[in-house]
Each structure stands twice: as C-alpha cells, then as structure tokens.
C-alpha cells in the first residue's frame, strides 16, 4: 500500500523508531511522479481521509522575523502560525508575557523535581534555558543528577559574576562558560544552553553563541574510517566496543532529579529566577501547580499568582492543529481560546456535563437584557483538567441560573392564577346557594289601629277569651313563610 500525505493514526504507533513525526502532512501537494507516472491523487485513491481538496492557498499569516520575541521560534502552521518559548524563559502566545517567577531570598531555597523510578530518562541531547536576576558572584542555579552511583550530572552555575555549564556524561568533566558577559549585576538575563553528546553551546541574553568541541569525540570518526580495514571476523567485536564507547561519551545515564536553587551544593542562589525549560519540563510551572514530584523547601516565594491551566491548555490545543478536524472540534477549540470579558477564569468543581449543559454554554441568551453578557465556551471536552477537580464551564452558571428564575415566575404565576380561580368559584357558589325567600305580612291591621289613634278613638278591649281567639288569628295572619 502506498500512502500519500499521512498514514491512519493507529499507524504512527508502528512506525520505525527513525519516524518521529506524529501527525500527517498539511499544506500542498502536486505533481506527484510515481515511477514517470503522474496520477490523480484524488481520483486514484482508494479511500481519502481528512480534509483533502482539490487546488491550493497558501496561509494568510506567515511567519516573519520578528513574529515571535525573545527569540522565539515561529511554527509555520496551515492557518497562521504559533511561537515556541521553551528556550526564552518567557511565555504567551507570542512570546513577550513573563514566565513563571520564583524569588529565593536571603538564606536560599531550592526546588526539586523528581522522576518516577520507572521513568528516568537516558537523553543523547539535552536543552536548557531559564532567566534570572541577581548580584552574587558564585551561585549554583541549576543541576540534573543521574541515578545514584552513574555519576552523570549537568550544573548551570555561576563563577566570579560569569554564567558557566559544567557536565559530565561518562567520561570527563566538560566546561563551558561565557567570559565576556557580567551577569550579576542585578539586570535580568536569559541564558540557553544545549548538549549534544560531548558537544556544547552556550548562549547569554544576545551575545554570540559560544561552542564547545572536546577533542575526544574526534575518536569516533577515526575509528569510524579505520573499520574499513578491520577483518570482517572482528567487526562485530569492534562495533561492540564503539557503541560502549559512545554510549559512555555522549548519553547521560538515568536522570532522576533536577535541584533549583543551589542550597544543597553550598552555593545557595539568591535572586529571581523565571521560566525554566529542561528537555520539555517547565519545572516552575510544575511547582507553581503543586506537582506531585515536586519538593520546595526553605525561603522560596512565587511571584504573582499561580499560572492558569486555562492558558496553558488553550495554548496547547491551538498548537495541535489537525486537518481532519471536524466542525463541532473546530468550534469547540475557537470556543476555548475566547476568554470571559472582565472576568478572570475560575476553577470551580462541577458535576457530569451532559449536551443540555454544553448547549447551553454554547450559546447567549437574545431575549432578556438585564442579565450579564455571556461568552461561548465549549465546556471540557477539549481542555482536560486535572485529577481532583475541574473547571466550571464559563458562561453555563449565568445561563442555567436565568432559566430557573424565568421557570420560577412562571409557576408562581400559574399558581396565582389557579388561586384567583378557585376563589372565583367558590362565591359563584355562595352565590347560587343563598337563602331566597318571599315575605307576606298583613298590615291591615295596624293600619286600622293607627287610624282609629290617630282620629282619637279608644279601642274597646275584647274579654279574655275573645283575646285568646283575636291572638290566636293574629298569630296566624303575622306568619311568614318562606318559598
């Protein structure tokens, strides 16, 4: 099989150990020639993965000499580019925000990051960099130790006001330090160091780079031309002995910790030191996160706060770019990287995200105007967080908590609707089941009475039967009765 601009994903693992990269190809491919033969890639291919169209732009944004500062390196990315600050002490997307800052004051400090037992690195190359300001004359910043009894270890140190880097990967101990540039003189200075083998370099702030070639490694390449002479029969014995020899020159054995700060060797720092870089750990920012393999002990401050994972792991995702990427993964990355306006980022624990949660965080609210504008976030699924804890989705709260205050008011008034309805029926039926009567009373009686004083005539009074009698017909006639 014949792949062209990648192989599947599950590939990469396979590869030989040569092929380092981990991702396919992206850009602009034409004019293939298979053998004299220019195929159609599109038409040809049995099967096309990713994003894969026919003719070609370029990137709008191209990497310039200055897009990156402090030395940053510019990636050329399909759609813009990125800044690597690992060998500039500084962070940011462009490289001129300040890194992570530790002061060690008066009586000195050290940090020390220590590796797993099961995973101790053996490196060939090594990278260093780091910032610091201070006025001493002789300090240790930095040392990597190997495991215990190798003996293999790398110090970045101060001697007389002069930045130095003193190794030791088998062999002999290999120096190499910048004369010309004072460095304790209380400004802050960047300084780069890298190994490769017995090989070095060193760089302080934008002097001149300063190489370091001992003598010894030219054996190598004598032995290398000399083996073409020796007898097929002791190759192998020869080969033996050279890989022996150059693991010895050129591998430090078994790293096991990285100390800061120089208490341990007498040379006690004192000063700022900021952004340190080592063979990809930024050991400060570690520490700054509380790391489990991290130890910080005696007069050791951070400076400022500690450095958000939400930058960081934006930073990081903006990096990966992928050309398969689907369209909920690309609004998802955009959605990460668009900080709340006026507000800091906040860690806050949550509980299981479900669609309506990321749905809702997703989108702002057009109806209402009082509550706070809200901005897209794309919940967690493209920023892992770390064990014990997790970062609440921004915008989700005010979202959720406006929608139950408008549910709220709804039942209440549902609730005094029913209210007002159910009294509206109960005195519709007091109404209909009250007491309804008619009232006849004969007043002819009095009438004539009334008269008879008014005219002044005495009334006669009747005996006492007759009196029964009239009471009796009184009674009868003064009756109500109710219908």
Known sequence: DLYIGGVAKEMFKSLPKLVHAKEGFQGCLASVDLNGRLPDLISDALFCNGQIERGCEGPSTTCQEDSCANQGVCLQQWDGFSCDCSMTSFSGPLCNDPGTTYIFSKGGGQITYTWPPNDRPSTRAD???????????????????????????????????????????????????????????????????TRSGGNATLQV???????????GNNDNERLAIARQRIPYRLGRVVDEWLLDKGRQLTIFNSQATIKIGGKERGHPFQGQLSGLYYNGLKVLNMAAENDANIVIEG???????????????????????????????????????TARRGKAP????????????????????????????????????ANPTRAGGGREYPGSSEVIR??????????????????????????????????????????????????????????????????????????????????
């Open 205 to 215: 702030d934008n002097w001149p780079v300063i190489e370091r070639y001992p003598a």
């Open 299 to 337: 007069n050791v401050r951070l400076v400022g706060e500690v450095p958000s994972s939400m930058t960081t792991e934006s930073t990081a995702t903006a990096m990966q770019s992928e050309m398969s990427t689907s369209v909920m993964e690309t609004t998802t990355t955009l959605a990460t990287s």
């Open 346 to 381: 906040t860690k806050e624990p949550i509980g299981q995200t479900s669609d309506d949660i990321l749905v809702a965080s997703a989108e702002c609210p057009s109806d209402d105007e009082d509550i706070d504008p809200c901005e897209p976030s794309s919940g967690g699924l």
């Open 402 to 483: 406006e929608s139950s205050s408008t549910t709220g008011m709804v039942v209440g008034i549902v609730a005094a609707a029913a209210l007002c309805i159910l009294i509206l029926l109960y005195a519709m039926y007091k109404y209909r089941n009250r007491d309804e009567g008619s009232y006849h009373v004969d007043e002819s009686r009095n009438y004539i009475s009334n008269s008879a004083q008014s005219n002044g005539a005495v009334i006669k009074e009747k005996q006492p039967n007759s009196a029964k009698s009239s009471n009796k017909n009184k009674k009868n006639k003064d009756k109500e009765y109710y219908v």
């Open 127 to 193: 990278r260093l960099a780091i910032g610091f300001s201070t006025v001493q004359k002789e300090a240790v910043l930095v040392r990597v130790d190997s495991s215990t009894g190798l003996g293999d270890y790398l110090e970045l140190h101060i001697h007389q006001g002069k930045i130095g880097v003193k190794f030791n990967v088998g062999t002999d101990d290999i120096a190499i330090e910048e004369m010309n540039a004072i460095i304790n003189d209380g400004k802050y200075h960047v300084v780069r160091f």
